[in-house]
């Protein structure tokens, strides 16, 4: 079955929402329908996966300032991008609009819910998001990438269906074996941080990285993502450690590097904890300590839990710790396979799919459906 109009995904110009966006517009594209996209002008740094003609950029703001002048200029972009947001759907007539959380999906789902269109959400964090708590009660339903999910209580359960993250291809391609680690062969090492937290990735793992003996030192081969601003610095501090290094700000072929590592160090954002899953690595994960509702502890307890995961909070995050830590994984082979089997048994690789049956659905059960 297909969508006779097309659908419309909300998603702002973040890795975090566009990747999941992405892959749902994927399957559902692979099953006939027309995709298109409302965000924000961010989206050119994240993804070319859609057409310019199918792709809306909708004005919107986050409330980050309680400065009265700061407050009326984000008022005025959001009233903005719902105008704008209500002129995109009645020309674009779409089957559903579904938003997968943050600032940017409240015009586009707020229009399509005053115009009668049905709405649909997908919350990928263990915690319901604010953007997505203020528009959950008018929604049509709520897809999870998460059993469970903050927030999700009494009326609001029972839209919610547990659909887990969509994926994008590429993750599912990667999908792979864990590498076969030799006791005394190349470790793998693979640091990422997401925008908004590679900085302690790069104050901190360098430093332990220096603190291991050398002969673990020197089994190391590093992958680390850092910002364009400290690239040069972390090269420069593993060059003097006498460790091999790649550090950019940004890899294409992020997924591919998860495959390859024994260990991942990394934040605990949604996208990032399901494709350690999906793909079955180990990691330690630092949740971002200042995050909305504390959702990365939320996230990072789903892999931790099921002992795939070391979780530290950031101000314990110390050099010491680290290196302690890795020198751990480093001499304990079986504790990682372990650790790898146990993030495998909690990855869910058709989450694109189960979604767009959800959304598939919902439009089925407005009449949006021809087959």
Same mark, same amino acid.
């Given at each position: 079955?297909?969508?006779k109009?097309?659908?419309?995904?909300?998603?702002?110009?973040?890795?975090?929402?566009?990747?999941?966006?992405?892959?749902?517009?994927?399957?559902?594209?692979?099953?006939?329908?027309?995709?298109?996209?409302?965000?924000?002008?961010r989206v050119?740094?994240?993804?070319?996966?859609?057409?310019p003609?199918?792709?809306?950029?909708?004005?919107?703001?986050?409330?980050?300032?309680?400065?009265?002048?700061?407050?009326?200029?984000?008022?005025?972009r959001?009233?903005?991008?719902?105008?704008?947001?209500?002129?995109?759907?009645?020309?674009?007539?779409? =089957?559903?609009?579904?938003?997968?959380?943050?600032?940017?999906?409240?015009?586009?789902?707020?229009? +399509?819910?005053?115009l009668? %269109?049905?709405? $649909?959400?997908?919350?990928?964090?263990?915690?319901?998001?604010? +953007?997505?708590?203020?528009?959950?009660?008018?929604?049509?339903?709520?897809?999870?990438?998460?059993?469970?999910?903050?927030? $999700?209580?009494?009326?609001?359960?029972?839209?919610?269906?547990?659909?887990g993250n969509?994926l994008?291809?590429a993750?599912?391609q990667?999908?792979?074996?864990?590498?076969?680690?030799?006791?005394?062969?190349?470790?793998e090492?693979?640091?990422?941080?997401?925008?908004?937290?590679?900085? %302690?990735?790069?104050?901190?793992?360098?430093?332990?990285?220096a603190?291991?003996?050398?002969?673990?030192?020197?089994?190391?081969?590093?992958?680390?993502?850092?910002?364009?601003?400290? %690239?040069e610095?972390?090269?420069?501090?593993?060059?003097?450690?006498?460790?091999?290094?790649e %550090?950019?700000?940004?890899?294409?072929?992020?997924?591919?590097?998860?495959?390859?590592?024994?260990l991942?160090?990394?934040?605990?954002?949604?996208?990032?904890?399901?494709?350690?899953? =999906?793909?079955?690595?180990?990691?330690?994960l630092?949740?971002?300590?200042?995050?909305?509702?504390?959702?990365?502890?939320?996230?990072?307890?789903?892999?931790?839990?099921?002992?795939?995961?070391?979780?530290?909070?950031?101000?314990?995050?110390?050099?010491?710790?680290?290196?302690?830590?890795l020198?751990?994984?480093?001499?304990?082979?079986?504790?990682?396979?372990?650790?790898?089997?146990?993030?495998?048994?909690?990855?869910?690789?058709?989450?694109?799919?189960?979604?767009?049956?959800?959304?598939?659905e919902?439009?089925?059960?407005?009449?949006?459906?021809?087959?």
């Open positions: 079955m297909t969508a109009a097309p659908i419309l995904l909300a998603a702002g110009g973040t890795g975090g929402h566009l990747f999941p966006a992405e892959a749902l517009a994927s399957v559902l594209t692979a099953r006939g329908c027309d995709v298109m996209l409302a965000t924000d002008e050119l740094q994240h993804s070319t996966h859609f057409a003609s199918h792709v809306f950029m909708i004005p919107s703001a986050t409330f980050k300032s309680r400065h009265p002048l700061a407050l009326l200029a984000t008022a005025f959001l009233v903005s991008g719902f105008v704008t947001a209500i002129k995109v759907i009645r020309r674009v007539k779409p =089957a559903a609009v579904v938003g997968f959380g943050g600032y940017p999906t409240v015009p586009p789902l707020l229009a +399509a819910w005053l009668g %269109v049905p709405t $649909l959400l997908h919350e990928q964090n263990g915690v319901l998001g604010r +953007a997505n708590r203020f528009l959950a009660a008018r929604v049509n339903a709520i897809g999870t990438g998460l059993e469970r999910v903050k927030g $999700l209580e009494g009326a609001l359960a029972g839209k919610a269906r547990f659909v969509p994008r291809p993750v599912v990667a999908i792979s074996p864990y590498p076969v680690l030799a006791e005394q062969g190349v470790f090492l693979l640091v990422t941080g997401g925008s908004q937290g590679a900085r %302690v990735m790069s104050d901190c793992v360098p430093e332990a990285i603190l291991l003996p050398d002969p673990l030192r020197q089994r190391l081969h590093i992958v680390q993502q850092a910002r364009a601003e400290d %690239v610095r972390v090269r420069t501090r593993y060059a003097a450690s006498g460790v091999q290094a %550090v950019a700000a940004f890899f294409t072929d992020l997924p591919e590097r998860i495959a390859k590592a024994h991942v160090i990394g934040r605990a954002g949604a996208s990032t904890v399901a494709e350690l899953a =999906a793909i079955g690595r180990p990691s330690i630092v949740p971002l300590p200042h995050s909305l509702d504390n959702d990365q502890a939320a996230n990072a307890a789903f892999l931790s839990e099921a002992g795939a995961a070391d979780v530290i909070n950031q101000a314990a995050f110390t050099p010491q710790w680290l290196s302690q830590r020198q751990h994984h480093m001499t304990d082979i079986k504790s990682l396979t372990d650790s790898a089997q146990s993030a495998k048994k909690r990855g869910i690789t058709d989450g694109a799919e189960r979604f767009a049956d959800l959304v598939l919902i439009v089925g059960t407005e009449g949006g459906l021809s087959q």
